[in-house]
């Protein structure tokens, strides 16, 4: 008898991860906190005055990058609901889709900010924060874990403790943070990643806007699956933020929701929040096989991506 | 250029072996992410992996002072519910910058550490297996902390049977003609240097693994078998001694059940020479020889005792 050739196999020994649609950009057409909604219409109006020519350019330049022209090129706006709850959907989405269509702008995909720290039992948040890689200083070689501030997360090593009188009664100059990858100088940044009073965390708005970026990308996996896959609404909006789905597809011509790149159009008072969500996202370790994924589909497209991840974000600052 | 790692093993701190359900848990390193099981030929369970940043002087046996930036793979391991690993590894290869790079750069390379500057592999192959100097890259410190996770999991009672050293194994693949050498230093310590044939791929590291696991399994079956002092005490009390053997050890020997085709050849010299199957068998042949005399001269005093 010849050899047989067996093969033996274990679903549960073997990891799965799902693929993920994906456009070539999505453009965040705005992001609503309580303060602009207390302005009133106007403000929102004014938002979307400035960021329609802002879309028609970035569909523009994807058109020339795709071959064949077939940019895929979806939009989505957030909604603040997790540090300030007010009005309800039933009343706020139909003022804030209004004020799009006067400037002949289609909102695709509407997002709750919750959602990013938690939604249909996934915690997104928890997610992301168990995939932070801290940004090493140089001579750090394994032998003791981290230095960590818990909550925070920064881009170097702070600067050493300074207390007033030292045991041998000398006052140690301060001394400055260093940037770990720094050019000449350095630009120390330390971000607030979470606070908790008793047992309740509040997760902090760059922290929350770094998910929210890593789920415009497509990145994130919970046990494998794709967390908070669009969903179309039947029947009209509730009135209960959270009986709102995380993610809602309102146009159902829309390419996909996740994209290769994003671009978001914000006000230029976002640019320190950019930073620190940068900041986060540069030390964030996105899995293996998602990256591969995602490498392999723009290739087949012929589309260079770039390889960090960081590089793939942009911004209009308006 | 190569690929390097360290593998801690140890008794799991438990008085008994764990069900695959509190694997699951205790292997549970990462929200979202799923502990791997397989359940043939032997409950192997293995935790999500996670990434440590370095960026320290990597180890050379010229002592020249080499940077390596980038970050180490960890993951923990537990197999037939009894023995827990924490392993790290990393691939060394060439950066292309003469200078350090923001830190998304080598995020997006997982488990790739970059060298700044001149380095031969065969320099750092030997510095790494040989007597590392402090202030290098220390995967044992990490593989430690990792292996510690485990044990101080609050699901494990701390009562384990008996009391065994933890063993490391450091490891050194590079890309050649096949050959393995594998070598004991102190009671503790191991290292292997290996050559495969093509590319460096996980599977090297699932080799380096069962490899460590088979050497703990062998070295502490020797240390109990020492302890028993078969011959110097009496009957009873030496199979008493090696009653935790039985009760825990012997039915964990599986060699290469985890290992991929293409690098069974190597577990397969290493049986020829030393021979760990060969020094099992006997050793498992001694346990049950010693057990079977025991329970005959038991047997017999019993038969005399009933006849008077």
Redesign the interface.
């Known amino acids: 008898m010849t050899p047989v050739h067996a093969t ?1 196999g ?1 679903v ?4 799965r991860i799902a693929s993920v649609p994906l456009s070539h950009v999505s453009v965040e057409l705005g992001h609503l906190y309580m303060e602009d909604f207390e302005a009133g219409p106007g403000r929102l109006r004014e938002q979307f005055r400035k960021v329609a020519p802002w879309l028609a350019t970035v569909r523009a330049l994807w058109r020339e990058r795709v071959p064949g022209g077939r940019a895929r090129v979806s939009t989505c706006f957030l909604i603040d609901d997790y540090f300030s709850r007010f009005s309800t959907p039933a009343e706020l989405v139909p003022m804030v889709l209004e004020a799009a269509a006067e400037h002949d702008l289609t909102i695709d995909y509407l997002a709750r900010e919750s959602a990013c720290a938690e939604s249909d039992g ?2 997104l948040a ?2 992301v ?3 932070l ?14 230095v960590k501030e818990t909550g925070w997360l920064c ?1 170097g090593a702070r600067s050493p403790r300074t207390t007033p009188v030292q045991a041998m009664g000398k006052a140690r100059p301060w001394e400055p943070p260093v940037q ?2 720094k050019r000449g100088h350095s630009i120390f940044v330390d971000v607030e990643l979470w606070d908790e009073k008793g047992s309740r965390r509040t997760w902090s708005c760059p922290f929350l806007a770094a998910v929210w970026q890593l789920l415009r990308l497509g990145l ?5 699956r794709v ?1 908070l896959p669009p969903v179309t609404l039947d029947g009209g909006w509730p009135r209960d933020w959270d009986a709102l789905p995380a993610v809602v597809r309102l146009n159902p011509q829309a390419t996909p929701f996740s994209a290769y790149t994003t671009l978001s159009v914000l006000s230029p008072r976002f640019l320190p929040v950019e930073l620190a969500v940068r900041t986060i ?6 899995d ?1 096989e998602v ?1 591969r994924q995602v490498a392999t589909r723009s290739e087949n497209e012929g589309i260079g991506l770039e ?5 793939r974000i942009s911004y209009v600052f308006v | 250029m190569l690929a390097m790692g360290e593998v801690h093993t140890g008794l799991l701190q438990n008085s008994g072996e764990i069900s695959e359900s509190t694997c699951r848990q205790v292997l549970g ?6 502990v ?5 030929p032997i409950p ?1 369970a293995l935790s999500p992996e996670r ?7 990597l180890p050379s046996a010229s002592r020249s002072r080499i940077r390596g ?1 980038g ?2 793979v960890s993951r923990c391991a537990v197999t037939g519910g009894r023995v827990a690993q924490g392993s790290s590894y990393v691939r060394v290869v060439r950066s292309e910058a003469d200078r ?6 080598y ?2 390379r ?2 790739v550490v970059e060298v700044l500057g001149k380095a031969k592999a065969a320099d750092l192959a030997e510095g790494f297996v040989g007597d590392p100097a402090p ?5 044992g ?2 593989s430690g ?1 990792f292996l510690d996770l485990v044990q101080a999991s609050p699901l494990l009672d701390r009562r384990a049977p008996f009391r065994i050293p933890r063993t490391s194994l450091r490891w050194v693949a590079e890309t050649g003609e096949p050959s393995i050498r594998f070598t004991l230093h102190t009671e503790q310590e191991r290292t292997l240097r290996l050559t495969h044939p093509g590319p460096f791929t996980p599977a090297v590291v699932d080799l380096c693994e069962d490899l460590a696991t088979h050497d703990w399994l062998l070295t502490s079956l020797l240390i109990i078998v020492e302890r028993a002092r078969i011959g110097a005490t009496p009957g009873a009390q030496a199979v008493a001694r090696l009653a935790p053997a039985i009760d825990h050890l012997l039915h964990l020997w599986m060699p290469a059940a985890r290992v991929e085709e293409w690098l069974r050849p190597f577990w397969e010299s290493l049986e020829r020479q030393p021979g760990f199957t060969r020094q099992w068998r006997s050793l498992v042949d001694r346990v049950r020889d010693q057990i079977a005399t025991s329970t005959l001269a038991l047997l017999s005093a019993a038969t005399e005792a009933g006849r008077r």
């Open positions: 033996f274990e549960a020994a073997e990891r996934v915690e928890r997610l924060e168990d995939r890689v801290d940004d090493p200083p140089p001579d750090t070689d394994g032998s003791r874990p981290p881009n770990n990858a994130l996996r919970s046990e494998g967390p996202l540069s030390q964030v370790a996105v293996d990256l390889e960090e991840l960081v590089d | 390193l990462m929200a979202g992410e799923t791997r099981v397989s359940r043939r192997h990434l440590t940043g370095v960026d320290c002087a930036v970050t180490v350090r790079l923001p830190w998304s750069h995020l997006s997982p488990g202030g290098c890259l220390d995967m410190a990490i902390r």
